[in-house]
C-alpha cells in the first residue's frame, strides 16, 4: 500500500477515559482520568536551567506560554517566581464552543478531546473546578508583569519547619495578550457568564489560562470565579497506603489513584522534556517578544476582591471554620495545632461574621503572644469600614503600652 519513499500517515490521537468522579469530602472538584494515546506533544512542558536558575515551562509548539523559576526549582522550600510569556493567541486548536455552554462534564471533556490530542502522549486529569482571575499575587490574571521584572509565583507555599502546602489549582495566569481582549466579547459575557474556561495545572496552586480569556476578565468584574476545566499531568509518586505499605501510586495534584488498580500503557513519568541552558535561554528570549504587560489601577483593585495565596494557604492547612467549631476552640474542646495567624486568615477568607471575636480571642491567648502584631496587621489588609476602624482603636488601647509598634500600625492604617 505504501510504496517506495512513501511514508505512513501519521497516527491520530485518541483520549480514552479511564476513571470518572463527582466532587466528594475526598475529592475537593469532580474529574475524569484519561489516557492520551499517540499524542502531538505541541503542548508540552519544558524543563531546564540558565544564569544558575532553573525554569519549568509551558510551550506550545515554539511559543512561551507560561515560565516558573527558582534558584533550584524542585526545592519544595524554595520560592518561586513567575512571569508569563503571552505566546498564546486565538487559534482554532482552542476554540471549542463545548466550553461555552453549561453542558455535564462528561460531554465538555469530549468537547476537549482534540486539545487534548495536543499534549504528549500519557495520563492526565481533568477537573471540574472554580479559579480565581488573578495571579494569586494581587495582580490580575491578565497582568501579571513579563519583562524584567518577576512577581512571586503561587508554587509549593511553604509554612515552615518543613511543612508545605498542597498542590491544587486556585490562581491562573493568562498565556493570551492583553491588546487580544475585545470588550464587546467581555461584555456579552458579563450579561450571560455561562460555560467554562480551559486551563493547564503547572504547580502549587497556578495554571495556565488557555481558552475563556474574555469569560475570565467579565468574572473579574462581576468579583465571580471562573468556572473552568484544569488539566493536571499524572505521573507515579511512591506512598504509603493505609496499612502502611509503599505502594505506587498514579499522582495528579492532590489525585491519588493504586497503580496496581489500573492496566497503564505508558509510562508514568512526570511529561516534561529536559533541555540544556542554550535551548532554554532560547525558549526564554521569545518572551519579551509579545509586548510588555502594564499593570493598571483598574487590574489591581480587580485583583483586590480575590484572596492572596497566603489566604488561600491558610484556609487549605486549617480547614473551614463553623460558627460550632469556632465555639469549640475558644472553649479549649479543640486543640489549636497550628499558629494563631493561620485560623485569622481562614476566617477573613470565610469572610466570618464572627471574626472580631475569634480575633479577640487570640489575642488573649499567651500561647499566641508573640503574633499579636502579625493578626492585627493581618486585619490592617482590609478595606476600612466603622466597625473595623472602631475594633482597631480599642486593641490599640488595650495594647499600646506593651505593644507600641501595633499603636502605630494602627493609627497609620485609621
Given at each position: 500500500m505504501f510504496g517506495k519513499g512513501k511514508k505512513r500517515p501519521a497516527k491520530q490521537p485518541s483520549v480514552i477515559v479511564k476513571d470518572r468522579?463527582?466532587?466528594?469530602?475526598?475529592?475537593?472538584?469532580?474529574?475524569?482520568?484519561v489516557e492520551v494515546i499517540n499524542g502531538k506533544g505541541c503542548l508540552r512542558e519544558v524543563y531546564g536551567e540558565t544564569d544558575n536558575k532553573t525554569y519549568l515551562t509551558?510551550?506550545?509548539?515554539?511559543?512561551?506560554?507560561?515560565?516558573?523559576?527558582?534558584?533550584?526549582?524542585?526545592?519544595?522550600?524554595?520560592?518561586?517566581?513567575?512571569?508569563?510569556?503571552?505566546?498564546?493567541?486565538?487559534t482554532q486548536e482552542f476554540w471549542q464552543n463545548k466550553l461555552n455552554d453549561d453542558v455535564p462534564l462528561t460531554e465538555a471533556v469530549a468537547g476537549i478531546k482534540p486539545i487534548l490530542g495536543l499534549l504528549k502522549s500519557g495520563y492526565y486529569v481533568v477537573v471540574d473546578t472554580e479559579l480565581y482571575p488573578m495571579d494569586g499575587q494581587g495582580n490580575l490574571f491578565c497582568e501579571v508583569p513579563n519583562a524584567e521584572e518577576y512577581v512571586e509565583g503561587t508554587c509549593i507555599y511553604y509554612y515552615g519547619n518543613g511543612k508545605w502546602g498542597?498542590?491544587?489549582?486556585?490562581?491562573?495566569?493568562?498565556?493570551?495578550?492583553?491588546?487580544?481582549?475585545?470588550?464587546?466579547?467581555?461584555?456579552?459575557?458579563?450579561?450571560?457568564?455561562?460555560?467554562?474556561?480551559?486551563?493547564?495545572?503547572?504547580?502549587?496552586?497556578?495554571?495556565?489560562?488557555?481558552?475563556?480569556?474574555?469569560?475570565?476578565?467579565?468574572?473579574?468584574?462581576?468579583?465571580?470565579?471562573?468556572?473552568?476545566l484544569v488539566i493536571l499531568p499524572a505521573?507515579?509518586?511512591?506512598?504509603r497506603d493505609e496499612n502502611g505499605d509503599i505502594v505506587e501510586m498514579i499522582a495528579a495534584g492532590e489525585f491519588r489513584w493504586n497503580c496496581a488498580l489500573h492496566t497503564l500503557q505508558y509510562s508514568l513519568k512526570r511529561p516534561r522534556e529536559n533541555v540544556g541552558a542554550e535551548a532554554m535561554k532560547q525558549i526564554l528570549d521569545t518572551i519579551?517578544?509579545?509586548?510588555?504587560?502594564?499593570?493598571?489601577?483598574?487590574?489591581?483593585?480587580?485583583?483586590g476582591y480575590y484572596?492572596?495565596?497566603?489566604?488561600?494557604?491558610?484556609?487549605?492547612?486549617?480547614?473551614?471554620?463553623?460558627?460550632?467549631?469556632?465555639?469549640?476552640?475558644?472553649?479549649?474542646?479543640?486543640?489549636?495545632e497550628e499558629k494563631a495567624i493561620y485560623y485569622v486568615r481562614a476566617l477573613i477568607l470565610q469572610k466570618h461574621a464572627s471574626l472580631f471575636e475569634a480575633v479577640s480571642f487570640f489575642l488573649e491567648q499567651e500561647a499566641f503572644r508573640g503574633?499579636?502584631?502579625?493578626?492585627?496587621?493581618?486585619?490592617?489588609?482590609?478595606?476600612?469600614?466603622d466597625v473595623l476602624v472602631d475594633f482597631l482603636i480599642q486593641v490599640m488601647v488595650e495594647y499600646e503600652d506593651a505593644y507600641p509598634e501595633m499603636k502605630d500600625l494602627i493609627l497609620d492604617y485609621v
Open positions: 468522579w463527582e466532587k466528594t469530602e475526598e475529592k475537593e472538584a469532580a474529574g475524569v482520568l509551558l510551550l506550545f509548539y515554539d511559543r512561551t506560554l507560561l515560565a516558573l523559576q527558582g534558584d533550584e526549582y524542585f526545592c519544595p522550600t524554595c520560592e518561586k517566581m513567575l512571569k508569563s510569556g503571552y505566546g498564546m493567541e486565538q498542597g498542590n491544587t489549582p486556585y490562581f491562573m495566569v493568562a498565556t493570551e495578550p492583553k491588546m487580544k481582549l475585545q470588550q464587546g466579547r467581555i461584555e456579552e459575557y458579563k450579561e450571560n457568564l455561562q460555560g467554562r474556561a480551559l486551563a493547564y495545572y503547572m504547580d502549587g496552586y497556578m495554571t495556565a489560562l488557555l481558552d475563556g480569556h474574555h469569560k475570565a476578565m467579565a468574572a473579574a468584574y462581576l468579583h465571580k470565579k471562573v468556572p473552568a505521573y507515579q509518586v511512591l506512598e519579551p517578544k509579545y509586548g510588555t504587560i502594564e499593570v493598571c489601577e483598574e487590574g489591581k483593585k480587580l485583583a484572596p492572596t495565596v497566603e489566604a488561600i494557604a491558610a484556609y487549605d492547612l486549617v480547614g473551614e471554620i463553623t460558627d460550632k467549631r469556632l465555639q469549640d476552640m475558644m472553649s479549649g474542646k479543640e486543640v489549636l503574633e499579636r502584631y502579625a493578626i492585627i496587621k493581618e486585619l490592617t489588609k482590609l478595606p476600612k469600614s
